[in-house]
């Protein structure tokens, strides 16, 4: 291993990495990547570790601050793996998330948006409401902390709350480390995961929040009666996973309803507690208006939609077109996208199983025609999905992106060789704070 230099030196930050550390360069060129600096500053900074093409290190003190330098409101950042961005002011970082974006437009997919979108955004503060807490037992502080793990993944932070946390969540943390560390199983629940909906009250009502704790070994009664306790306490519904996924079981109350509202077009989606929602629920509806605005959607017009997951996009888009159809890999959401579509009336919305990384030629929906295509899939993008695709059926295409790359790549595909515009792109802060970068953009033939 590489000796590692210990001496503080000085450094000027000229950029900012995808991932929110400062861009420094040594005397002989080399690339320094510093934590907690920013582009314009001038730091104090420790090496932590080297490679041959680049150098890390550790902001230890600012000695000229940037203008965008603001003072991070939680206690742990620098610590927490949460965040990258607290100290940058939050009006900035969608800026440079922007520039992220465009650069891997024009580095990856050696393209250019005619029009850049207005970038989204809404709360930047008590936001997420769907995440995963590591829980570790530490005998030599005789504790067991709960929190996400910090900067160097092999350690967990010590939180006491989050801020980026939906505050039933984010305020309870304490709270959950030390009902945690009073059960007998305490060294054998490695995880706990917690997704948020709308509280709802009355006959039906919704729980709106539930945690799944995550148990290597079963779970003796009285730490059963001390978490249902705690979740009656907190009004939390408590799910058990004691295996795999098919293994998560409501603990309390029996039979737990969850769902969220999207009020604008009248619909509640019901989920399960280890589905994929949105992370930002407020982001969430601005977003799928966005989505629909750029589709431009058309009464009679036939909608696809891939990766269509619980139908977040598809069931808006069915209140306004013929018929749409949704696509999705995982079989339990499309089941529940089923769902959702008959608890909100809507006959016009279909939704198939597929792998879309494997051969799509045998499924019925590839021969049906489209007018216009949503797709927002994973970080790995959609290029096998668009290879296999009749695009030409299309007057549209809206592309919806969490990893920036990937949109660029799938961008120069559909511009440069099959010959469609990029018309607009844009961001969207799905995840304040953090280096994160949620993008949208629109294709015309």
């Given amino acids: 291993m590489a000796r590692i230099d210990q001496t503080p030196f000085e450094a000027a930050i000229t950029g900012l990495t995808h991932d929110g550390r400062g861009v420094a360069r040594r005397a002989d060129g080399k690339a320094v990547f510093v934590a907690g600096a920013l582009p314009g500053e001038r730091v104090m900074a420790k090496q932590t570790s080297r490679s041959r093409s680049f150098d890390e290190a550790v902001t230890l003190e600012v000695l000229e601050a940037a203008a965008d330098r603001v003072a991070p409101r939680c206690a742990h950042f620098g610590v927490c793996g949460g965040c990258a961005l607290q100290h940058m002011a939050e009006d900035r970082q969608i800026v440079a998330k922007q520039n992220v974006l465009m650069e891997n437009f024009e580095r990856i997919g050696h393209v250019t948006p005619e029009r850049i979108l207005p970038a989204l955004t809404d709360s930047a503060w008590g936001y997420r409401r769907k995440g995963r807490f590591s829980v570790r037992r530490v005998e030599k502080k005789d504790k067991t902390l709960v929190g996400f793990r910090e900067t160097d993944p092999r350690f967990v932070a010590e939180i006491a709350r989050c801020e980026t946390v939906i505050p039933e969540v984010g305020d309870a943390i304490g709270a959950l480390a030390r009902l945690i560390d009073g059960l007998q199983a305490r060294r054998e629940i490695p995880q706990v995961e917690f997704i948020g909906g709308d509280r709802m009250h009355g006959d039906n009502a ?82 799928i208006q966005h989505a629909i605005d750029l589709l431009q959607p058309q009464p009679e017009d036939r909608v696809l939609d891939l990766f269509a997951g619980l139908g977040n996009f598809t069931l808006p888009l069915a209140r306004s077109v013929r018929e749409v159809v949704g696509v999705e890999g995982e079989a339990g959401l499309v089941q529940r996208a089923r769902e959702n579509a008959e608890h909100n009336g809507l006959g016009n919305a279909k939704f198939y199983a597929a792998d879309l990384a494997k051969d799509l030629s045998g499924e019925p929906w590839m021969r049906e025609g ?33 990893h920036p790359a990937s949109l660029a790549r799938d961008a120069g595909y559909l511009v440069r060789e099959k010959g469609w515009k990029l018309r607009a792109a844009g961001v969207m802060d799905m995840f304040p704070h953090t280096a994160h970068v949620e993008s949208i953009a629109m294709f015309e033939r």
């Fill in 206 to 287: 919704h729980c709106g929040i539930a945690l799944t704790f995550r148990h290597l070994s079963p779970l003796s009664q009285s730490d059963r009666d001390a978490i249902v306790a705690f979740a009656q306490q907190h009004e939390f519904a408590v799910f058990l996973q004691p295996g795999g996924i098919e293994s998560v079981h409501p603990l309390w109350p029996a039979d737990p309803r969850l769902a969220f509202t999207l009020p604008q077009w009248n619909l509640e989606l019901k989920f399960r507690p280890l589905d994929f929602i949105q992370v930002n629920a407020g982001l969430n509806g601005h977003m």
């Fill in 370 to 402: 489209f007018d216009r295509l949503l797709l927002d899939p994973p970080r790995s993008g959609a290029d096998f999905v668009l290879t296999q695709l009749p695009l030409k059926q299309f007057k549209r295409i809206v592309y919806v992106s969490c």
